[in-house]
């Protein structure tokens, strides 16, 4: 065994038991690599034609990240995820991410498929020449078999003045293969409590599952679907159908309620953002949520959220909570100063954290770990398109009797864990 092999599974071994200790009943994990090394990377070869110039592009021969991942009906494992590739000079990335499809029979070795599955270019409201980006795709199991997505669509939009504007989409498909587009899933203005229109910046959305027949299937819950969603702070939205939307205000402010926010020296102390689809455990809600390590701020003690609350008997209204003032939720708005950085990691790396919520309510945080699950060790995971490094999830498995985790690397390439299924 060489130095670099002794070394390695020395790092990897303390990382485990790090993990481990810190590891409390209700959470998944401990999380490992089984793999030292991405299990999706981009391709040098692969081209595509343009339906709106019918030349051949370059898709994915920059970086891929932002993987969403399902059980196919063949029992493969399917991962979605963003591409993006070069400019013709190969100098600087393009304005267009588009999203590929790769499987494998076993969840670490990959097959790629030649193009992408979903593109700016199959829409039909995009103006020639915008800047526009597909990420963020999120999947789940229909109630009758297929499959619904959550996808980020990031366009310039004429009447915002050519200001990039994100917003949660829907698509739907019966083999992974061909979507159909269900729209927005937020209508553009919404009425609040406080008589006026609620803003919603959408980031990414993750809609609650449960595990049945070894696959992530949507869960109605109080007679709703339940989507968390956001990217700087964590909201709630409810569905009656999986494809229209409606977010869960605060009564105060009329603006969609926060439930996960940042935390003063922690891990996800610059931004909280929704990861895998959560899961409806015994124990409540398990949200699997990815945290941005501050770049600079001062500690806060009134931003940090409390653990145990009491459990609500009754859930909440779709359109309100009863517990926006409550000590268990935070109110930090999203693009408030930036908190104190846990010293640990670099600033502005991303890394994997875990929450529960209640069962009973949706939006009543009860547990979160003070350490995360995942975080960047790997040169691959610390190098890359992104300079502060990160591991970013948003896919995730039943594989074989264990969770299969896999996540973006430094906005660069995919990686996967793992943990025991218990």
Avoid at 269 to 278: E, I, R, Y
Avoid at 305 to 330: E, F, K, M, N
């Amino acid at each position: 065994m060489t130095a670099i092999q002794k070394s390695r599974l020395l790092l990897a071994a303390g990382i485990l038991a790090m993990n481990t200790a810190h590891a409390q009943s209700w959470e998944l994990g401990p999380f490992v690599r089984p793999l030292d090394a991405p299990v999706i990377e981009p391709n040098r070869f692969y081209t595509f034609t343009t339906p709106a110039t019918g030349q051949k592009t370059l898709w994915d021969n920059l970086a891929v990240f932002d993987p969403g991942a399902a059980i196919a009906a063949d029992g493969e494992v399917a991962v979605l995820f963003r591409a993006e590739a070069s400019s013709a000079a190969g100098q600087s990335p393009e304005s267009t991410s588009r999203l590929g499809l790769a499987t494998s029979k076993d969840g670490l070795f990959f097959t790629v498929h030649g193009a992408p599955v979903l593109s700016p270019e199959d829409s039909p409201a995009l103006a020639p020449g915008s800047r526009y980006s597909l990420r963020g795709p999120r999947i789940v199991v229909g109630p009758h078999g297929s499959y619904v997505m959550t996808y980020t669509e990031s366009a310039a939009i004429r009447a915002a003045g050519g200001q990039p504007q994100d917003r949660i989409c829907i698509a739907t498909s019966s083999n992974l293969r061909n979507w159909i587009r269900r729209g927005p899933a937020f209508a553009a203005s919404l009425p609040s409590a406080a008589g006026k229109a609620a803003r919603i910046n959408d980031g990414f959305g993750a809609i609650l599952t449960e595990l049945r027949h070894g696959r992530l299937q949507a869960a109605k819950l109080h007679g709703r679907y339940w989507m968390y969603w956001g990217e700087r702070a964590v909201h709630l939205a409810t569905s009656p159908d999986l494809i229209h939307w409606t977010p869960v205000l605060d009564q105060r402010s009329g603006q969609p309620l926060i439930v996960l926010s940042p935390r003063a020296g922690h891990f996800d102390s610059g931004a909280a953002t929704v990861g895998p689809p959560p899961l409806l455990t015994r124990r409540g809600i398990l949200l699997v949520y990815n945290g941005e390590n501050s770049l600079l701020g001062v500690s806060n003690a009134n931003n940090t959220q409390v653990t145990d609350a009491p459990t609500p008997a009754l859930p909440p209204s779709p359109s309100r909570s009863r517990h926006s003032g409550s000590a268990g939720v935070s109110l930090l708005q999203p693009d408030a100063p930036r908190l104190a950085a846990d010293p640990t990691l670099r600033p502005g790396a991303y890394a994997v954290g875990e929450a529960l919520f209640s069962a009973a309510d949706p939006t009543r945080l009860l547990k979160r770990a003070n350490h995360p699950v995942l975080q960047p060790v790997w040169p691959y995971e610390r190098d890359g398109r992104r300079s502060a490094g990160g591991v970013f999830a948003e896919g995730m498995v039943v594989w074989q009797g264990q969770w299969l985790l896999y996540y973006g690397a430094a906005d660069s390439v995919i990686g996967v864990a793992r943990a025991p299924l218990r």
